[in-house]
Nanobody
Framework: VHVVESGGGLVQPGGSLRLSCAAS????????MRWFRQAPGKERELVAS??????SYADSVKGRFTISRDNAKNTVYLQMNSLKSEDTAVYYC????????????WGQGTQVTVSS
């Protein structure tokens, strides 16, 4: 199983970034795909999730972030617009099975830094 994030980097406040997460080794379309983030000294938090056509977002990113997936490419995306300094964190991709045994696969994370 491989879950690999890409697309992080340094961006100015108000800017945009698009994160990608390429997965392999499991039935991608059967998993809920989620983006988490963890800032220094803080707990990991769920940012967005998508399963089939159902999407959900943390209140802190609603209206600014958009999650999408391409099952043909086994890839999930996170489009991040109007970035703020408080969005600075390591962003992790997670594949979560919604059926027992509720398996979770994680990527290694990609750093997003929002700073002028």
């Amino acid at each position: 199983v491989h879950v690999v994030e890409s697309g992080g980097g340094l961006v100015q406040p108000g800017g945009s970034l698009r994160l990608s997460c390429a997965a392999s080794g499991f039935t991608f379309s059967s998993y809920s795909m989620r983006w988490f983030r963890q800032a220094p000294g803080k707990e990991r938090e769920l940012v967005a999730s998508i399963f089939s056509v159902s999407m959900s977002y943390a209140d802190s990113v609603k209206g600014r972030f958009t999650i999408s997936r391409d099952n043909a490419k086994n890839t999930v995306y996170l489009q991040m617009n109007s970035l703020k300094s408080e969005d600075t964190a390591v962003y992790y991709c997670n594949a979560h099975s919604i059926w027992p045994p509720y398996t979770d696969y994680w990527g290694q994370g990609t750093q997003v830094t929002v700073s002028s």
